[in-house]
């Protein structure tokens, strides 16, 4: 019975196709150089260096860590190469004077960047390896006076705002991954709403990683002003590689007071092999501050990755703000996911809600790791976890680490947490009803995940539902 | 419609249909009776496909077709139903989605074009009426959280919207309050024609009383001991099963 449980296993990687452009990748290795390298490749400012200097030397001082439940083969940084960009791609060039392979391999991801053909409603920052492509319907933002742009861009037109906001909330000495991160990223989106304005639109950025052994460390900045509303989505696309690649991300996200940012991903990394070969390890710090009376709320849809370490955050300085986290973590195969959130209440009357539903299949470990804190003066704020995993299949695991710590006598917190299992029975009960067992899977397990997808934004939840159906197809007989 | 021929079933190392022989006409109905772990509910799921069991010997013919070389769901498709002893839950997946989702399968099957979500809905109003559901019942989640008499109408429920050629009721007396057991019993009866067959695997004369049977048959150890007509129930209900299996 057991062995037709992991018969049904694996559709193709749909997105391992390599882009065949001419690159600028720089050699091997990581010293002082390799920062002033990239910098200079850049063009930036002489405070953005000292910044990634002093960052580097942080770094060099600290060791990676290893508190998570995930198991992976030392990492050599010396081996690794920090900067890759297609050559074709000029700084600060606009979209239509981009080199027509990259346009297609965006088409390939269904992604359109052509200022006539994108998607009705979403502005698009496509990432390339190291660089910007290009970005969309910037005109069209601007009469709102948002700007959205990659950060290479936005260093040399809004210095005043990177100066103020870069760092401010995921310092370059905040772990080993931000600090690395800080010295050597080289592009990412940035976004700034003003004062008192709604986003009209979805932004959003495609991250994609082309070249071979090499990392991608992108950075992304949001800030609403006050009073302000931006949704913005992420997505993520590697080649198939039979070497792992890392990727470190770092996500800065501001609300100021009354303003709101909502930011969903779905990360679709090449996860590896079916033997655990290849695949991205993903380390990353993504966090958010939220003002008085704000809100940041955080929905992922993890499917991707051999190695997913990420614990999207949110620190509730002002009174009443309110901090979300809707997750659904997916292994399948050898992947490993420790993922989950933190929320550090700080200010009065704060609330946070955290769902995450971790989905295990094959030989899959996936853990939530989650830290609720409610500071001396949080007082009056609540907290709502419910933590639930299911597993198909005899041969995954999942784990659960909530650490709790409340520092007052009128904060309520509450845990919920659950383990099920796709049966036989769950799956024979569908089929008796004329569904087959890969409509009967993606079925229980959307479901499952309903509470999340619900807070994805309508393009996204399709996409997303689809993902998971696709990831699992297989996974149980 | 169903004929069954010298079937014997194992679960594991262990036999348990040892020989089971029936035939099944449309517009009968029959009810397989008999003492706990007789193999009545096993015969149940093996008509159904279920992958615990395996065949051993015998056959399986339904509407002149080999019913063991189809899959479970091939088999539902073909207007076999079985109503669970033990229905299942599925979180977060609404009724109204997932009868849809079986009923467009099904209607796919054999070549029938798909309800959407709208005419769907207009659908469903009539099959709630029949077991008595309000419409509320459509937008929970499918069996979490019923209680037990609501989930096997819930059954009830599925076979009127899939309107199966051959239903097969798993004890669904079981559990059941003597209001509930009315309308179920009478929601089985309104969708009873000349062209389908239904057989109720009970343990309790009970339900016999409101779905009333052409043919009653013993089962004991794995095998049919006794047939007869309505009669022989309410002879069971009197006398118990020990005679029977004596005299076998």
Redesign the interface.
């Known amino acids: ?1 057991s062995s ?1 449980i992991e018969s049904l296993v694996n559709k193709e990687y749909q997105y391992g196709f390599v882009t065949d452009v001419e690159s600028d990748t720089i050699a091997p290795g990581l010293t002082e150089d390799t920062v002033r390298l990239i910098s200079s490749k850049k063009d930036e400012p002489e405070w953005l260096l000292e910044w990634r200097l002093k960052a580097f030397r942080r770094w060099q001082a600290m060791t990676e860590p290893h508190w998570s439940n995930l198991k992976y083969e030392p990492i050599d940084y010396q081996a690794q190469r920090y900067y890759s960009a297609p050559k074709s791609i000029t700084p600060l060039q606009s979209l239509d004077q981009v080199d027509p392979e990259l346009l297609r391999a965006y088409d390939k991801l269904g992604i359109s960047l052509s200022e006539q053909k994108h998607l009705a409603g979403v502005a698009v920052d496509a990432i390339f390896d190291s660089v910007s492509v290009g970005t969309t319907m910037k005109a069209e933002l601007s009469k709102y006076g948002v700007v959205f742009c990659s950060f290479t861009e936005a260093v040399h037109n809004h210095p005043e705002l990177i100066k103020k906001y870069l760092g401010s909330v995921v310092p370059y000495s905040d772990n080993f991954f931000a600090a690395l991160n800080s010295a050597v990223f080289s592009d990412g989106s940035f976004c700034y709403v003003p004062k008192g304005v709604r986003c009209p639109i979805e932004l959003s950025t495609y991250f994609r990683i082309n070249a071979a052994n090499t990392g991608q460390f992108e950075r992304t900045l949001i800030v609403a002003d006050e009073g302000a509303y931006v949704s913005y989505l992420e997505g993520c696309t590697a080649p198939k590689r039979d070497t792992h690649q890392l990727h470190a991300a770092v996500v800065e996200l501001v609300a100021l007071d009354n303003a709101t940012v909502k930011y969903s991903t779905v990360q679709n990394w090449y996860a590896g092999d079916k033997d655990g070969v290849g695949g991205i390890y993903n380390f990353v710090t993504k966090r958010g501050k939220a003002h008085t009376n704000s809100k940041i709320s955080w929905t992922q849809v993890e499917t991707g990755s051999a190695i997913t370490w990420k614990y999207p955050s949110v620190i509730l300085q002002g009174d009443n703000s309110t901090g979300e986290f809707y997750s659904v973590a997916v292994v399948n195969n050898m992947q490993q996911a420790d993922t989950g959130t933190k929320m550090i209440h700080i200010g009065k009357n704060t609330k946070s809600t955290i769902i995450s539903k971790g989905i295990s299949a094959g030989k899959g470990q996936n853990s939530y790791r989650g830290r609720v804190k409610m500071l001396p003066k949080a007082s009056g704020s609540r907290n709502y976890t419910q933590c639930d995993s299911m597993l198909i299949g005899n041969q995954c695991g999942a784990h659960t680490f909530p650490y709790i710590e409340v520092a007052n006598n009128s904060s309520t917190t509450e845990h919920e947490a659950s383990t ?1 299992k796709i049966g ?3 799956i ?10 890969e ?1 009967a899977i993606s ?2 397990v ?6 999340v997808f619900k807070e994805l934004p309508m393009e996204f939840a399709l996409e997303a539902q689809q993902l998971l159906g696709i990831t699992l197809e297989g996974s149980v007989g | 419609m169903l004929k069954i021929e010298n079937l014997h079933a194992t679960a594991g190392d262990k036999e348990i249909l040892k020989g089971i022989s029936l035939t099944v006409n449309s517009g009968e109905v029959h009810a397989i009776m008999g003492p706990n772990g007789s193999g009545k509910s096993t015969l149940a799921q093996i008509i ?5 069991y395996v065949v051993t010997s015998g056959s399986v013919t339904y509407e002149g077709k080999d019913l063991l070389a189809m ?3 091939e ?3 073909a207007g076999v ?2 109503a ?1 002893q033990y ?2 839950e ?4 609404t009724n109204a ?2 009868f849809r ?2 009923y467009n ?2 209607r796919k ?1 054999n070549g029938m074009e798909e309800l959407d979500p709208i005419e769907f809905l207009d659908f469903m109003d009539k099959k709630l009426k029949l077991v008595e559901m309000d419409e509320a019942m459509l937008h929970r ?2 069996n979490a959280g019923f209680s037990g008499g609501e989930k096997k109408r819930n059954e009830i429920l ?1 076979m009127a919207v ?1 309107e199966p050629k051959l239903a097969i009721l798993d004890e669904t007396d079981s559990g059941l309050d003597i209001d509930a057991l009315r309308v179920v019993a009478g929601g089985v009866n309104a969708l009873r024609t000349r062209e389908n067959a239904t057989i109720v695997v009970t343990h309790y004369q009970r339900l016999l009383n409101y779905i009333v049977p052409d043919f009653v048959h013993v089962l004991a150890h794995g095998r049919i001991v006794k047939s007869g007509g309505k009669e022989l129930a309410v002879e069971l209900e009197a006398r118990g099963y020990d005679w029977v299996m004596e005299a076998a």
């Open positions: 019975m037709s099920s036989e029975d769950q024979f009960y569908c089929k008796q009803r004329g569904l087959s067992a409509h079925l229980i959307s479901g499952f995940c309903r509470e | 159904a496909g279920h992958p615990g899959a479970a769901e088999r539902a498709q139903f079985l669970f229905p299942i599925i979180p977060g997946v989605y997932f989702s079986a399968e099904v099957a989640s499918v599925q899939l």
